[in-house]
């Protein structure tokens, strides 16, 4: 996990109430995870502690792009991200972070580290698949999408339907039994 100062929120001198943080995430936070399926990223976010007396409840919105590869042509295009996060923040005998909305500090804590968080939650906000909007619209040209269209099978008509005349009986067996 990622042990940067800036992560840090340290709740113990803060009055009831919200407090305000906020972070630019650049490609540097994912490579310290380890984690290097992003060419760039340019993630503007803002954790928004909200304190009480017997607990505190963390909010944190990002917004942003990432830079990757797409995943029928890998050619780099920007992909836009947005993503929340709500965690309550409750006092026990030892930590536990078990539960995705419940976070457990020790009563001697002082501060928490909410890098984890961010790297999941911006991790998790990039679509499964990865389509070059160029892909989608037909305005992206390459060359694996011209190998792609060559490959492509053709459609074929009553005209190109000459089969092999060994599996014109095996055809029959087919269509006989219905």
Known sequence: MMKKKEFFIPF??????????????DNTFFESFGYEEFN????????TLNKTSTMMELDIAADGSVNVNCDLTNEPYDQEITSELHLVIKFGEEYNDEDDEILILPHREHQFNIAQYLYEMLVLAVP???????????TLKSEALQKLQELQPKETTKEDNNTDPRWDGLKKLLTDNK
Request: hydrophobic fraction near 35%.
């Open 12 to 25: 113990v001198g803060l009055k009831q109430g919200k407090h305000r943080f906020g972070y630019n995430i």
């Open 40 to 47: 760039g990223a340019n993630i503007e976010a803002e954790a």
């Open 128 to 138: 499964q698949k990865r389509m070059h909007p160029g892909v989608l619209d037909g």
